[in-house]
Structure formats: C-alpha cells, structure tokens
C-alpha cells in the first residue's frame, strides 16, 4: 500500500472519498513496515544514510538564506519549523529509512507523519514567500518542490516493485531538495542582490503587508512611510525649483525712495 496506489483510486468513478482513499491514504501511514520488510539483498550505501540529514541541512540554512522581510514580516512559524527539520525530521529520516528500513518499527509511522505534516507547511511556506522575493525566485521554488514530489513518487513506485536501486536514486533525489532550495535562495539573497526590483513597489508592499502583519504599526509608522514615498515621487530639480520660489521674497510695492520734505 502506497501513495501511488491510494491516488489512482481516485480515478475510479465506482469508489468515493471516504470508501476508498482516506482508508488507502490512513492505512499507508500507520503501517509500521515497507516493501523492504525482511528484504535480504538490501544493502543501503554509507551516502544513502547520510542523506538522510539533508533536512537537517536544510533546517539550518533557514536561518541564513531566507530573506530578510520574510522574517521580519511573516506569520509563518519559520523558527518551529527549522527546529522540527533539524532535530526531529532528520533524525527520524536515518532511523525510520537508513537503520530500520528492513524492520518493523515505530519510527515508520513517526517518520511518515511527520513529513508528510512538513511537505504541507512547506508548501504554505513557499506560497507565503511571494511577496518577498523575485518572481524566478518564486518559480524556482515552486519547480523544485513540484520535483521533489514527483521523485518521491517514484520512490514509492520502486519499492513497491522492490526495485532497490531504483529506491535508493529516487529516495536521494528527494533528500537533495533541502539544498536545492538552498542554492535558489542563497542566489536570490546574494548574487541578485543588485538587480533589486523598483523601490516603489517594495514601498508599497511594505505599506500594505505591515499594515496586516505587523501588530505594532502605529500612525508614526504610517507618516514616515507617507514621507518616505513622497520623496521618491519628487525629483531632485522640482524639489529644488519649489523650495526656491518659496524662499524667495516677493516684492509686495515700489521701493521707496528718501524723502527731502
């Protein structure tokens, strides 16, 4: 029982939701073994459990590639979710896919839970980040997490078919996707950093994000960023040209002269 196969009974007219694929989809993740339960001729590559901790890798570079609005202005739990990456899902990726692969255990139930709980909040994660980076920033990401479900799948196509060399290049197809989306934001946070979009537009979605995500904005902040915009839609010369008519004295009558009376 596999992801594969609980979404193709989708495709059957006869079956329904519930009849069909909740109990698929709960089944697949309360099973405590897999294909390879007592498989003799698995050997599973030192890499292969190394890899397991590319979402720990993945957890920390959070802290250091996102960009900087993004943690400034978001409501995505960022911080829990780098934690659970780094402590929870990479650990219990090694022991659920690397020690016990072969074995019954819990840590297959755990594991599949909770990355598929993460493979959610990922995904609002990416949603959320398109206000705060380029648009081919945003279509990376999007690509690379449309990849990495797609490897996944296959992943679950071989090892239904207990084809272990097949598992093992796809399982480490999808475990590359925390660095993947490392080198995407590392990109948009350094390398593009020069090429920054008008100011204009990042003004106002300043304006209009804080305004819904920041529990702290107050009239000040307000006028600042009223200031702020109309500086930029004054020209250094017609700023100039205005200050100087207004400081210039306007002559209100004749000059009078001495008076010899």
Not at 7 to 16: E, H, K, T, Y
Not at 36 to 44: A, S
Not at 83 to 111: C, E, K, R
Request: with cysteine.
């Amino acid at each position: 029982m596999h992801v594969h196969t609980c979404l193709g009974s989708l495709n059957d007219p006869l079956s329904s939701y519930w009849g069909s694929f909740a109990p698929c989809i709960s089944g697949w993740l309360l099973k405590s073994t897999t294909e390879f339960y007592n498989h003799p001729g698995l050997n599973l590559p030192i890499w292969f459990g190394v890899n397991c901790f590319s979402y720990s890798f993945g957890g920390i570079m959070i802290f250091f590639v996102l960009p900087d609005k993004f943690w400034q202005r978001t409501r995505f739990p960022y911080r829990t979710f780098a934690y659970l990456l780094i402590f929870v899902q990479g650990p219990l990726s090694f022991m659920a896919d690397y020690v016990h692969m072969t074995n019954d255990s819990i840590f297959h139930v755990v594991d599949r839970f909770l990355a598929s709980v993460m493979a959610i909040l990922e995904c609002i994660k990416i949603i959320s980040l398109f206000h705060y980076v380029r648009p081919i920033t945003f279509i990376a990401c999007s690509v690379s997490f449309a990849c990495t479900i797609g490897c996944f799948m296959n992943s679950q196509i071989s090892q239904s078919n207990h084809d272990a060399t097949g598992f093992i290049f796809w399982h480490n197809a999808w475990h590359m996707y925390p660095v993947v989306s490392t080198v995407i934001f590392s990109t948009e946070k350094w390398v593009l950093a020069g090429n920054v979009p008008a100011k204009s537009s990042f003004i106002r979605a300043d304006i209009k994000h804080s305004s819904f995500t920041s529990n702290n904005m107050t009239a000040s902040h307000l006028i600042r960023s009223m200031i702020r915009i109309a500086k930029e839609s004054c020209t250094r010369n017609s700023c100039y040209n205005n200050s100087m008519q207004k400081s210039t004295p306007r002559t209100i009558g004749a000059v009078e002269g001495p008076n010899f009376e």
